[in-house]
C-alpha cells in the first residue's frame, strides 16, 4: 500500500503548480481523498478533499477559488491544481487516502 506525491517544485509567486498523488496497492477512489500542507513551524492542515462517494470537493478558505482537487479513477490518482499561487503556501504537501494511509509529501516552494 502506497501514496506517492509528485509535482512539487520552487515556483515565483502568481505562478501554478499540479500535484499527482498517485495510489498502489489499494483503490484511492473508495476513500475520501484529501491534500494536506504543513508549513515550517506549523501544524499540518487539510486544504482540499473529494468524496468518494460523489465526488464533492471542499476546500479550506486560504486556498478556496485558487487550488482545484480532482481525481482520475482509472489512473487511480488525484490531483492539486495550484494557481495564484503566494509565499504562503510554501510547505510539504501530503495527500491522503480517508486519513488512512498517506504519502511521504511534496515541497511547494514560492518566491517572491
Known amino acids: 500500500v502506497q501514496l506517492v506525491e509528485s509535482g512539487g517544485g520552487l515556483v515565483q509567486t502568481g505562478g501554478s503548480l499540479r500535484l499527482s498523488c498517485t495510489a498502489s496497492g489499494f483503490t484511492l477512489r473508495w476513500y475520501a481523498t484529501g491534500w494536506f500542507r504543513q508549513a515550517p513551524g506549523k501544524e499540518r ?65 514560492v518566491s517572491s
Open 45 to 109: 492542515e487539510g486544504i482540499a478533499c473529494i468524496t468518494s462517494r460523489d465526488d464533492t470537493t471542499s476546500y479550506s478558505d486560504s486556498v478556496k477559488g485558487r487550488f482545484t482537487i480532482s481525481r482520475d479513477n482509472a489512473r487511480n490518482a488525484a490531483y492539486l491544481q495550484m494557481n495564484s499561487l503566494q509565499s504562503d503556501d510554501t510547505a510539504v504537501y501530503y495527500c491522503s487516502g480517508g486519513r488512512l494511509h498517506w504519502g511521504q509529501g511534496t515541497l511547494v516552494t
